[in-house]
């Protein structure tokens, strides 16, 4: 069973940085997109950051500047490093991943993890 386990989430004023992992776990053959998302309250989950398994990365408008998402494939790790955080930023973030379980393309299956909170205060 694969599973998706975020941290670093937490409260930060305005202006400052934190840095979210996303670990995958379970046994599977490779992680091929991963990413984050994120949801405000009342609002539908986005886009943040995502990162292929050759390393090109591509960020929402909003992120661009201010994100850094990175991978460690030893680790199976994906991290977000946010700076310069604004109140607007506060969300749930979600980590998502196409995992593969066996050497079939077909095998790949998309996973969510459970979310972390980031709440910027002004």
């Known amino acids: 069973q694969v599973q998706l386990v975020e941290s670093g989430g937490g409260l930060v004023q305005a202006g400052g940085s934190l840095r979210l992992s996303c670990v995958v776990s379970g046994s599977f053959f490779s992680i091929n997109n991963i990413g984050w998302h994120r949801q405000a309250p009342g609002n539908q989950r986005e886009l943040v950051a995502g990162v292929n398994s050759g390393g090109s990365t591509n960020y929402a408008d909003f992120a661009k500047g201010r994100f850094t998402i990175s991978r460690d494939n030893a680790k199976n790790t994906v991290y977000l490093q946010m700076n310069s955080l604004k109140p607007e930023d506060t969300a749930v973030y979600y980590c998502?991943?196409?995992?593969?379980?066996?050497?079939?393309?077909?095998?790949?299956?998309?996973?969510w993890g459970q979310g972390t909170q980031v709440t910027v205060s002004s």
């Open positions: 998502n991943a196409d995992v593969r379980s066996g050497l079939s393309i077909r095998s790949t299956k998309n996973y």
